[in-house]
């Protein structure tokens, strides 16, 4: 079982930067998949970034490409999302995830824990 907690949203005006976290608890994560996914007010949820487990290799969504940069620390158990030039668009409800998916299993949400969220609100 792990235990998923994100931490770092808030209340930020267009072009400026926040980075989220998420640590996790309980069995090492470092041998899966992590990712975040965003959700805002009456939309579905949408990917935002992961990094694969096999690989390590990192994958965007196109919206957020250039802007925002995943990455982890296993010796942490922890995993971030540096998010740069943030525009209202942004604003929505951020969750982390991880488990042992691959490819386009991880785009699609099939993480096996995920963490309550943290909301990011960018203001024009």
């Known amino acids: 079982q792990v235990r998923l907690v994100e931490s770092g949203g808030g209340l930020v005006q267009a072009g400026d930067s926040l980075r989220l976290s998420c640590t996790a608890s309980?069995?090492?994560?470092?041998?899966?998949?992590v990712g975040w996914f965003r959700q805002a007010p009456g939309k579905d949820r949408e990917f935002v970034a992961t990094?694969?487990?096999?690989?390590?290799?990192?994958h965007y969504a196109d919206s957020v490409k250039g802007r925002f940069t995943i990455s982890r620390d296993n010796t942490k158990n922890m995993m971030y999302l540096q998010m740069n030039r943030l525009k209202p668009e942004d604003t929505a409800h951020y969750y982390c995830?991880?488990?042992?998916?691959?490819?386009?299993?991880?785009?699609?949400?099939?993480?096996?824990?995920w963490g309550q969220g943290t909301q990011v609100t960018v203001s024009s």
């Open positions: 990094i694969l487990w096999n690989d390590g290799s990192t």
């Open positions: 995830a991880a488990g042992d998916c691959l490819g386009y299993g991880c785009y699609v949400g099939e993480y096996d824990y």
């Open positions: 309980g069995r090492t994560f470092s041998s899966y998949s």
